[in-house]
């Protein structure tokens, strides 16, 4: 595949290509999350075809040293944060104990910090035997996305589809244990970064985040308080 053929022109635009592959798999009463922010659009397309509801799965990148685009790990929220590391990449860039416990610390204040600012006293969803969309609007090296679903997997979903619009065929191959379905519109053979398959992929800010939250009604259905704490039935 070309990369004129293998270019969206932006989030939303991957988003509707997205929704008409997983709107024909016919999935029984989905729950639509969102790995924000660049997830956010994407998913909002997908939930409106599905006619799903849509929450957000809070996913920080542990950057490693010197190389903010690279992701060392990931840290998922909940009320035990899970953390995720490379081991791979944590040799090869020296990432030592301390550096690995400031950059949590770190992240951990924002993902706070985002969950306040996105979600406030908004209802979760539950995802307990249902069937859940995670999306992103790519991947790189995976981190995110396996933090997102040692989190989620915690809560017992019936099936986990991962939905993306590109991602390296390595990182797919890798993840395939992870979930029942895969779904990447460009599994990539070359790849340099999620940003060269956009025309437009800028950095979205939180209030354009929020906005778009708004666009698709959040239904809960039996409501979890807070992502992250068991349920009491």
Known sequence: MDMVESTFKDRAHAGRSLAKVLAGMELERPLVYALPRGGVPVAVEIAKKLAAPLDLLLVRK????????????????????????????????????????????????????????????????????????????????GATMKAALIGLKRFGPARIVVALPVAPKQVLEDLADQANDIICLVPAEFFRSVGEFYRDFHQLSDEETGGLLKVVASVSVNHTPKLGQKSSK
């Open 62 to 141: 542990i950057a490693a040293p010197g190389n903010p685009e690279l992701a060392l790990g990931a840290l998922v929220e909940g009320e035990k944060e899970e953390i995720v590391i490379n081991e791979d990449i944590r040799r090869l860039s020296g990432a030592d104990e301390e550096y690995i416990a400031q950059a949590v610390a770190s992240e951990s204040a924002e993902l706070e910090r985002r969950k306040a600012a996105y979600l406030g006293s908004r209802r979760r969803l539950n995802p307990r035997g249902r069937t859940v969309v995670i999306v992103d609007d790519g991947l790189a090296t």
